[in-house]
C-alpha cells in the first residue's frame, strides 16, 4: 500500500506491504468551516470568563504570547483576530512576546512569515531568551525550592493573553495553556527543574497523561505565579487547519481543550508492532533532530522490545547549535552511559530531556532515520543508524524477523498517540 508521510514541506510517499502494515492516524478534523469567525466567536463568547474586549481596557500594557517557528501553530490566522480585538488599546501599550523556552530566537524574516509583515512593522515584538537573566523576574518558589524566573516584559504587563494550540505531548501530556508561561517564558533554571532527569523518568510524564504527570504539575505551578488574564488555544488537523477554538479563563479553557484534542488524537493497537514507522509531522515541527525526538517517542510506545523504529524527518534545520543535546549525544558511548551521566546528583544541563528520552526510546528498539539535511556521521553521532530509503529498511526488517512481523505506521508521527488495546500508553523507560 501507498502511504503519505509528513516529511518537509513536500511530503514523501512510501510503498509498505499490504499484508502486515497498519496505519495509525489521528481521527481526522475537518477544519471549521469559517475558521476566523469560529475564533472570533471563541473571543466573544468565552469559557469561564468575560469577552476578550472586556477584560482588556484601554489602559492596560497588554503582553500577547505566541508560539515559536517549531510549532504549527497559525499564528498569522490568530494573532490578527487577538489584535483586532484589542484595537481600543494603544499599540505602543501592546508587547508581542514570543515563547521560545529554550530554542533559539526566531529571525524578522521568519517573524514576518509567522504573523504577518503587517504585524512585525505595527508592533513590538520581543523573543523570550532563557539564558538571558537580566530580561528575567523571580517570581516565587517551587514546592520543591525551585526558583521560577519569568520574561520581564511579561511581568510588566498589566494583562497577560496568551495563545497556543493543544497537541499531544511527550512527556506534558499536552501543550498548550500554562506551557505557554512555563516553558514558554522561563527561566533557563526554572526550565531544567521542570525538565529534571527524575521528573521526565517518572511513568506518567508521557503522551496524553496530565492527572498525576508530576512534570504537567510541576508546570502549572509555575504558570500559577503569573497572572493570566485569558487564554487562547486552537486545535489543528494534519492540514494545519483549525478544528476548534477553546478562549477563556486558562484553565478551565485549556481543561476543555485537552478532552477535545484527547478523543481525535488517541488511537488504540491491539499489539505492539515489530516494525514502526514515524514522522514528527513535517514541516515546521521536523526543522530539527532535536524536535524529531517526539515523533520517535510516539512510535515508542507501540514497539515491541527490541523491534525497529524507522523514522522520516527533513531536519532542515540540522541539529541545533544552541543548548547541549548534540555535545551530549556525542559524547554518549552508549544509551545506558547518557542516562547514568544524566541521573548523577546534581546534572542539570540545557537540552538534557531530550537526550534522556532519546536514550530511554534507543533501550527500547533499534532507531533508524532518514533526513536529507543530516550526514550519516552526524545521525551516527546521535547514536541512530543513518538510511537512505525508508521503503528499503522496512523491508531489510521484515526480511530479518520473518515471515509474521508487522508494520505500524504514523504517517502524523506526534500528532497520533498510539497505545495499545485499553491500557495506558507505554511508558518508554
Same mark, same amino acid.
Given at each position: 500500500?501507498?502511504?503519505?508521510?509528513?516529511?518537509?514541506?513536500?511530503?514523501?510517499?512510501?510503498?509498505?506491504?499490504?499484508?502486515?502494515?497498519?496505519?495509525?492516524?489521528?481521527?481526522?478534523?475537518?477544519?471549521?468551516?469559517?475558521?476566523?469567525?469560529?475564533?472570533?466567536?471563541?473571543?466573544?463568547?468565552?469559557?469561564?470568563?468575560?469577552?476578550?474586549?472586556?477584560?482588556?481596557?484601554?489602559?492596560?500594557?497588554?503582553?500577547?504570547?505566541?508560539?515559536?517557528?517549531?510549532?504549527?501553530?497559525?499564528?498569522?490566522?490568530?494573532?490578527?483576530?487577538?489584535?483586532?480585538?484589542?484595537?481600543?488599546?494603544?499599540?505602543?501599550?501592546?508587547?508581542?512576546?514570543?515563547?521560545?523556552?529554550?530554542?533559539?530566537?526566531?529571525?524578522?524574516?521568519?517573524?514576518?512569515?509567522?504573523?504577518?509583515?503587517?504585524?512585525?512593522?505595527?508592533?513590538?515584538?520581543?523573543?523570550?531568551?532563557?539564558?538571558?537573566?537580566?530580561?528575567?523576574?523571580?517570581?516565587?518558589?517551587?514546592?520543591?525550592?525551585?526558583?521560577?524566573?519569568?520574561?520581564?516584559?511579561?511581568?510588566?504587563?498589566?494583562? +497577560? =493573553?496568551? *495563545?497556543?494550540?493543544?497537541? %499531544?505531548?511527550?512527556?506534558?501530556?499536552?501543550?498548550?495553556?500554562?506551557? #505557554?508561561? &512555563?516553558?514558554?517564558?522561563?527561566?533557563?533554571?526554572?526550565?531544567?527543574?521542570?525538565?529534571?532527569?527524575?521528573?521526565?523518568?517518572?511513568?506518567?510524564?508521557?503522551?496524553?497523561?496530565?492527572?498525576?504527570?508530576?512534570?504537567?504539575?510541576?508546570?502549572?505551578?509555575?504558570?500559577?505565579?503569573?497572572?493570566?488574564?485569558?487564554?487562547?488555544?486552537?486545535?489543528?488537523?494534519?492540514?494545519?487547519?483549525?478544528?476548534?477554538?477553546?478562549?477563556?479563563?486558562?484553565?478551565?479553557?485549556?481543561?476543555?481543550?485537552?478532552?477535545?484534542?484527547?478523543?481525535?488524537?488517541?488511537?488504540?493497537?491491539?499489539?505492539?508492532?515489530?516494525? +514502526? =514507522?514515524? *514522522?514528527?509531522?513535517?514541516? %515546521?515541527?521536523?526543522?530539527?533532530?532535536?524536535?524529531?525526538?517526539?515523533? #520517535?517517542? &510516539?512510535?515508542?510506545?507501540?514497539?515491541?522490545?527490541?523491534?525497529?523504529?524507522?523514522?522520516?524527518?527533513?531536519?532542515?534545520?540540522?541539529?541545533?547549535?544552541?543548548?547541549?543535546?548534540?555535545?551530549?549525544?556525542?559524547?554518549?558511548?552508549?544509551?545506558?552511559?547518557?542516562?547514568?551521566?544524566?541521573?548523577?546528583?546534581?546534572?542539570?544541563?540545557?537540552?538534557?530531556?531530550?537526550?534522556?528520552?532519546?536514550?530511554?526510546?534507543?533501550?527500547?528498539?533499534?532507531?533508524?532515520?532518514?533526513?536529507?539535511?543530516?550526514?550519516?556521521?552526524?545521525?551516527?553521532?546521535?547514536?541512530?543508524?543513518?538510511?537512505?530509503?525508508?521503503?528499503?529498511?522496512?523491508?531489510?526488517?521484515?526480511?530479518?524477523?520473518?515471515?509474521?512481523?508487522?508494520?505500524?505506521?504514523?504517517?502524523?508521527?506526534?500528532?497520533?498517540?498510539?497505545?495499545?488495546?485499553?491500557?495506558?500508553?507505554?511508558?518508554?523507560?
Amino acid at each position: 500500500m501507498k502511504v503519505k508521510l509528513a516529511y518537509g514541506r513536500a511530503g514523501m510517499t512510501v510503498n509498505m506491504p499490504d499484508n502486515r502494515t497498519s496505519v495509525i492516524e489521528p481521527l481526522f478534523m475537518p477544519s471549521i468551516p469559517d475558521e476566523a469567525a469560529s475564533i472570533v466567536h471563541a473571543l466573544r463568547h468565552p469559557i469561564g470568563s468575560p469577552p476578550l474586549r472586556d477584560v482588556i481596557s484601554a489602559d492596560d500594557r497588554v503582553a500577547v504570547v505566541f508560539c515559536d517557528i517549531t510549532r504549527p501553530m497559525p499564528n498569522s490566522l490568530v494573532l490578527p483576530i487577538v489584535l483586532e480585538q484589542l484595537q481600543h488599546v494603544p499599540r505602543k501599550q501592546i508587547v508581542l512576546i514570543c515563547a521560545t523556552g529554550t530554542h533559539r530566537g526566531n529571525t524578522r524574516e521568519e517573524l514576518a512569515q509567522m504573523l504577518g509583515p503587517d504585524i512585525v512593522r505595527g508592533y513590538r515584538i520581543v523573543n523570550h531568551d532563557s539564558t538571558d537573566k537580566s530580561t528575567q523576574t523571580m517570581v516565587g518558589r517551587l514546592d520543591d525550592g525551585t526558583e521560577v524566573w519569568i520574561n520581564s516584559e511579561l511581568l510588566k504587563a498589566s494583562k +497577560v =493573553v496568551l *495563545t497556543g494550540f493543544i497537541e %499531544p505531548h511527550f512527556f506534558a501530556g499536552f501543550s498548550g495553556g500554562p506551557k #505557554m508561561v &512555563a516553558p514558554g517564558c522561563a527561566g533557563l533554571d526554572t526550565i531544567l527543574s521542570l525538565h529534571s532527569a527524575r521528573l521526565i523518568g517518572d511513568p506518567q510524564a508521557i503522551w496524553g497523561v496530565t492527572d498525576g504527570n508530576p512534570l504537567w504539575e510541576k508546570i502549572c505551578q509555575a504558570a500559577r505565579f503569573v497572572d493570566v488574564a485569558f487564554n487562547l488555544n486552537v486545535t489543528i488537523n494534519k492540514k494545519h487547519q483549525v478544528t476548534n477554538a477553546f478562549a477563556g479563563e486558562l484553565w478551565e479553557s485549556h481543561h476543555i481543550g485537552v478532552q477535545f484534542a484527547r478523543k481525535t488524537a488517541m488511537r488504540s493497537v491491539s499489539q505492539p508492532f515489530d516494525v +514502526v =514507522v514515524t *514522522t514528527n509531522a513535517g514541516y %515546521p515541527l521536523d526543522l530539527n533532530l532535536y524536535q524529531t525526538v517526539k515523533g #520517535m517517542s &510516539a512510535a515508542a510506545q507501540i514497539v515491541r522490545p527490541g523491534g525497529a523504529i524507522v523514522v522520516a524527518s527533513e531536519c532542515s534545520d540540522g541539529i541545533p547549535e544552541h543548548g547541549n543535546f548534540k555535545k551530549l549525544l556525542k559524547q554518549a558511548s552508549s544509551p545506558d552511559a547518557l542516562l547514568a551521566t544524566l541521573n548523577e546528583p546534581g546534572f542539570a544541563m540545557h537540552d538534557q530531556w531530550e537526550a534522556q528520552i532519546l536514550a530511554l526510546i534507543l533501550k527500547r528498539a533499534r532507531v533508524y532515520l532518514k533526513a536529507g539535511f543530516l550526514s550519516d556521521q552526524q545521525i551516527r553521532d546521535a547514536m541512530l543508524t543513518p538510511i537512505s530509503s525508508v521503503e528499503d529498511r522496512v523491508n531489510e526488517l521484515l526480511e530479518e524477523m520473518g515471515p509474521n512481523a508487522t508494520v505500524g505506521v504514523l504517517p502524523q508521527g506526534p500528532f497520533t498517540i498510539p497505545f495499545v488495546h485499553i491500557r495506558e500508553p507505554l511508558a518508554i523507560a
